[in-house]
């Protein structure tokens, strides 16, 4: 077959057979993304599916190993990290994270849209690959909002908790800045949050 004629078929086919384009929710730690995420998941339990992170922070009371977090510790992620095995890492708090490439290739060769909780970092390494994510920010409605949160959420200690409001600070910037993220929703009511990240995600992946 003639090249020039086989890459028109090419583009062709993979414009018809575009998987859909991931997800990736950012925002201060207590703005609510894990909230708004097992709603998502609750309502389409077949349409979504979530990247688990690497972490080696401790697991919280109620996490387990491979659904909320592939636990790690700090050697192994960052041999893990030198093998080029992530799309994506972080240091957050005091600990590692990262997106592995297997994390994001398991959704989709599941049939489903790929959703990703990430931090600013993560998101700004993120705009640099092909992923073409949609990029949505969580933003709490104050920073006292934020605190009151995270204080009843129970899982920080002072220092962790001090370390993310303070971290929340310089998110809240890049959250707000124009042309950073397709869509800023305020979690002030839950429920208003959530019928507006469903509504712009059902509209954006139509
Ligand atoms: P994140 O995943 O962004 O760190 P969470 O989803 O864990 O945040 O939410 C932080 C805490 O705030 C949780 O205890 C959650 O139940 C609570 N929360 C989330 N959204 C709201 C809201 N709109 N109003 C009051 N509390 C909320
Ligand atoms: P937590 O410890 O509260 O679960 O998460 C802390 C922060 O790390 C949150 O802002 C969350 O979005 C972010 N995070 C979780 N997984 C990843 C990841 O794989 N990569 C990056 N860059 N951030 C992550």
């Not at 909230?35 to 697991?59: A, M, N, W, Y």
């Not at 002030?188 to 509209?203: P, Q, S």
Request: aromatic share 8%.
């Amino acid at each position: 077959m003639n090249s020039a004629v086989f890459i028109v078929q090419k583009l062709f086919f993979n414009m018809l057979h575009k998987t859909p384009r991931p997800l990736v929710l950012c925002g201060p730690s207590g703005s609510g993304k894990s909230t708004l995420i097992k709603k998502l998941f609750d309502e389409f339990p077949d349409k979504f599916g979530f990247s688990v992170s690497h972490t080696t922070r401790q697991p919280r009371p109620g996490e387990e190993d491979g659904k909320h977090y592939h636990f790690t510790n700090k050697s192994k992620m960052e041999d893990e990290i030198n093998k080029g095995e992530f799309i994506e890492t972080a240091v957050f708090s005091n600990n590692l994270y990262g997106t592995s490439k297997k994390a994001v290739e398991k959704v989709i060769n599941n049939g489903k849209i790929c959703v990703l909780d990430i931090d600013m970092q993560g998101v700004k390494q993120i705009k640099n690959t092909t992923l073409d994510p949609l990029l949505i920010f969580i933003k709490p409605p104050s920073i006292e909002e934020l605190e009151k949160r995270l204080r009843n959420r129970k899982t920080e200690t002072e220092e962790s908790l001090q370390r993310r409001l303070n971290t929340a600070i310089e998110e809240i910037k890049y959250g707000d800045e124009p042309g950073n993220f397709h869509r800023v929703i305020v979690n002030d009511d839950v429920d208003k949050a959530y019928h507006e990240l469903r509504d712009f995600i059902l509209r954006e992946l139509k």
